[in-house]
């Protein structure tokens, strides 16, 4: 590792992006903090310059127990990539109160507080970055996923105005909207779906499975999307917005074309329009 290696510190890395985002920054001799709720999901990416450490994004004191420790080590977080989260899939009325608010716990209120706590270190220096991963279905809300995308699309709305506010600190804020990437976002996601028979929206059952699913069709690569990702982080200057991956232009485009559109093809897509009410 080089003397006075840059330092990022990454949540979610036990699978998919954020554990491919561990490797691709060690290959660019980063000093990476790799972190997840589980220790040994993540024990065997430890290497000369990838310490791993245990950090529940939706506990405080763990947050802060984790910052300490990486500041008492080396001194210093050059970036922090808020990459932890996790995907709930079934219509939005079906859902516990209890199941969305773990889903905003996670995927905003955790990359919230994290952010909170790394950037009091950056303002000292007057330097660094903080990275969200956002994603695509942020912009392009689609039926089964409502709970997700909300959170994607707060992450975002989260980003611009942080980035405003931390621009006189010398501090880049970026978002990141991949497209369909390799992960298992959607095996934890596809969990307990059956309980949706007992619903109105039965007949289309398979549908909500095939939304569980529909992020992995012809996905990009995850060691693909983190090597370019990383190739644009490592620059001095990186760009406010990147999308990657699969679909990560097309869809987008899509949420531009009038509702009345986008909402009878989405319908159309998962099902919904084989569902009739009686009256």
Known sequence: MKENAPLVLISGCSSGIGR?????????????????????????????????????????????????SVMSKTGKIDMLVNNAGLLLIGPLVELESSELRRQFETNVIGLAALTRAVVPHMIRKKAGKIVNISSISGI????????????KAVVTAFSDSLRMELAPFGIQVITVQPGRIKSKLADNADQDLERFKKTPYNPIQDFIVTRAHASQIDATPTEIFAKKLVNKLVRQKTPKF???????????????????FTDALLSRIFGLDRLKVSK
């Open 242 to 260: 990147i999308r990657m991956g699969k679909d990560s232009i097309r869809l987008p485009l899509l949420a531009k074309f009038p509702s009345m």
């Open 20 to 68: 491919a985002l561990a490797k691709e920054f060690a290959a660019h001799e980063w000093q990476v903090f790799a972190t997840a709720r589980k220790l040994n999901t993540i024990d065997d990416l430890k290497s000369p310059n990838v310490d791993v450490a245990v950090l529940d994004v939706t506990d405080e004191k763990s947050i802060t127990a984790c910052v300490n």
């Open 140 to 151: 392009l809300n689609t039926p089964f996923a409502g709970a997700y995308c909300s959170t």
